[in-house]
């Protein structure tokens, strides 16, 4: 006798049915029925593709035209460049460490400040 | 004219056998980010750096090491998830609904089609990123089993689990509300 389970794990798993899998999967009703839901679902697969948009392909080698076109170290930008920097700066690392490093400067000024005026009064005859 | 000849013909000057490799992967790679879940807008996109990318790159691609179709979705998935990361950090839904499809099926009720294309869409939608994008690069014709572990980085006993499980969710979705 066939086994069912392995002609239905080979349908499930999208895989090429032996003559002899195919064979049982036409006789056997249970096989013939998990053959036919996924017959139904590659065929609707089939149809289910996003649509490539007209004159895509000559945009893609206008690119590569301008990136032929710009200096050596120089890249065609599919964005702007003002945008990528903007981008870069969105990147959390990046804000991380322009946080610390404004609140170091304020930290330091502040510090710098107060030092100043404390040296300043100390200098003018003020106690420490 | 297989890849590597036209690889061979572009690194040796001639421009325009880039347009045929793009003629042949724009279906395939538009079908891969869409059911990623890409929006018509953000799959162009992403799409247009993929191919410029490979174009940049392509004096480093070695045939040895990996066929194109592997070498061309690996970075397409790279770039996607830099672009969904960035999306994310913007704020933005890049996933906002799975882009319109080209054709209904055919059987004769072009009502029942369009619901089982729906049904789909919303099944494809549901599946688990990892799950989806493995079946999805499992039914890009050039890419062989061991080529798609190759490109997600995992086992070839993990692609197929994993095409198994997608199938059987997406089949489960079709069947059950059709009985």
């Not at chain 1, 890249?75 to 322009?98: D, K, S």
């Not at chain 2, 001639?14 to 929006?39: D, I, K, M, S, T």
């Not at chain 2, 499809?101 to 049904?119: C, L, S």
Request: net charge neutral; charged share 25%; with cysteine.
């Amino acid at each position: 006798m066939h086994p069912c389970n392995e002609t239905q794990e080979k349908i499930a798993a999208g895989q090429r049915l032996s003559a002899e899998d195919q064979r049982h999967a036409a006789a056997c009703a249970r096989c013939a029925a998990v053959a036919a839901s996924y017959s139904l679902l590659d065929a609707t697969l089939e149809t289910f593709a996003p649509r490539v948009p007209d004159g895509f392909a000559d945009g893609v080698m206008a690119l590569v035209a301008a990136e032929a076109a710009v200096p050596e170290g120089g890249t065609a930008r599919t964005v702007g460049r003002g945008q990528r920097m903007l981008r870069w700066f969105e990147r959390p690392p990046v804000q991380l460490i322009v946080a610390n490093a404004a609140a170091l400067c304020a930290v330091f000024n502040v510090a710098w400040f107060v030092m100043r005026v404390f040296l300043a009064d100390v200098a003018l005859g003020g106690t420490p | 004219m297989d890849d590597e000849f036209l690889v061979r013909q572009i690194l040796g000057g001639n421009r325009e056998a880039f347009r045929l490799l793009v003629l042949r992967y724009q279906r395939p790679l538009f079908r891969f980010l869409g059911v990623l879940g890409f929006a018509q807008d953000a799959a162009e996109d992403v799409a247009q750096q993929t191919f410029l990318r490979v174009y940049r790159s392509l004096a480093s691609f070695d045939p040895r090491q990996a066929k194109f179709a592997t070498w061309l979705f690996t970075i397409a998935k790279r770039l996607a998830a830099n672009e969904r990361e960035r999306a994310h950090h913007r704020r933005e839904q890049p996933v906002q609904s799975l882009p319109e499809v080209e054709a209904p099926p055919a059987p004769a009720d072009p009502a029942v089609a369009a619901e089982r294309t729906r049904r789909l869409a919303a099944a494809i939608a549901a599946l688990p990123e990892a799950l989806r994008s493995t079946f999805f690069l499992s039914q890009v014709k050039e890419l062989t089993l061991d080529e798609v572990a190759a490109v997600e980085g995992c086992a070839l006993g993990t692609v197929k689990s994993r095409i198994h499980r997608a199938r059987e969710q997406l089949r489960a979705a079709l069947v059950e509300e059709e009985s």
